[in-house]
């Protein structure tokens, strides 16, 4: 009998349980994520070679004109080493780990979610699924905040693959406006990409004008109606505020509106 069961378990019947309870589930990036796994015994003694955490997320990638989804661990945590899991033993096992800078926030259904696994010789490996919600860092939403102060109104937010503006990950995280009543006739869309580090935020800030005769034509045809331009806010600057956030970025859509 044991040894039919040491067979199940290889198969993953009857093998150990797992499941990750987190402290809560919205977080900011940045911030400490702490929780426990809980570990159920199956019916056999296993041997465990460790337990991890990944965090997760998901972009899309444009080829020859198709769109894919693609999966992206942002970090790998280990939670324990090797360690014996007796037949029907319990245990809970408590870890954390800082929310990488560049995680995404989960907006218009962006999913992140923690894969926990235990690694199990000759066995199918237990797992688990907890989706996270990441909210903005206050430095976003200092940008945020400025960009509502100018009018516009949110459209969407997607991650995209873009391996060089992604500082360390594959895809960047567009952030998409409609245009407010003073900018109608020359913004078709704004559209920011955020980039955080300890001591304050970089911004994308590029700006997707309406076409104005011939010429404009012609730059929405071949894609050359965006104009970007880096712009970068420190802790004084948003200790300021949102209209003097507000200043630069309508500075800049000015500059590109004229040309």
């Known amino acids: 009998m044991s040894f039919f069961n040491k067979i199940l378990a290889k198969v993953g019947i009857g093998s150990a349980e797992i499941d990750t309870l987190l402290e809560k589930v919205s977080y900011v990036p940045g911030e400490t994520v702490k929780g426990v796994v809980r570990i159920q015994g199956g019916h056999v003694d296993q041997e465990i070679e460790r337990i991890y955490i990944q965090l997760m997320t ?9 769109k894919s989804e693609y999966k992206h661990t ?6 324990s080493e090797q360690l014996l899991l007796r037949s029907g033993e319990k245990l809970e096992i408590p870890f954390s780990f800082p929310l990488p800078l560049e995680t995404p926030v989960t907006y218009d259904g962006q ?4 894969s ?5 010789e000759m066995a199918i490996d237990p797992t688990d699924h907890d989706e996270i919600k ?5 430095y976003m939403d200092a940008v945020f905040e400025a960009v509502e102060y100018l009018g516009f109104h ?7 693959h873009a391996t060089k503006l992604g500082r360390g990950v594959p895809f960047v995280q567009e952030f998409e406006y409609y245009p407010s009543s003073r900018f109608t006739g020359r913004v078709h869309e704004l559209e920011l990409m955020m980039n955080l580090d300890e001591e304050g ?15 404009g034509f012609f730059e929405q045809a071949f ?8 712009l970068y806010f420190d802790r004084a600057d948003i200790a300021q505020g949102a209209s003097h956030i507000a200043e630069q970025i309508e500075r800049v859509i000015e500059e590109q509106t004229r040309r």
């Open 58 to 66: 998901r972009y899309i990638r444009e080829q020859n004109d198709r």
């Open 74 to 79: 942002l970090a790998c945590f280990d939670v």
């Open 111 to 114: 999913p992140v979610w923690l």
């Open 116 to 120: 926990t696994g235990l690694d199990i």
């Open 134 to 138: 990441v909210e903005p860092h206050f």
């Open 154 to 160: 949110f459209k969407s937010s997607t991650c995209e």
């Open 201 to 215: 935020i970089h911004v994308l800030v590029e700006v997707d004008r309406r076409a104005r005769g011939l010429m």
């Open 223 to 230: 894609d050359l109606d965006e104009r970007h331009i880096r």
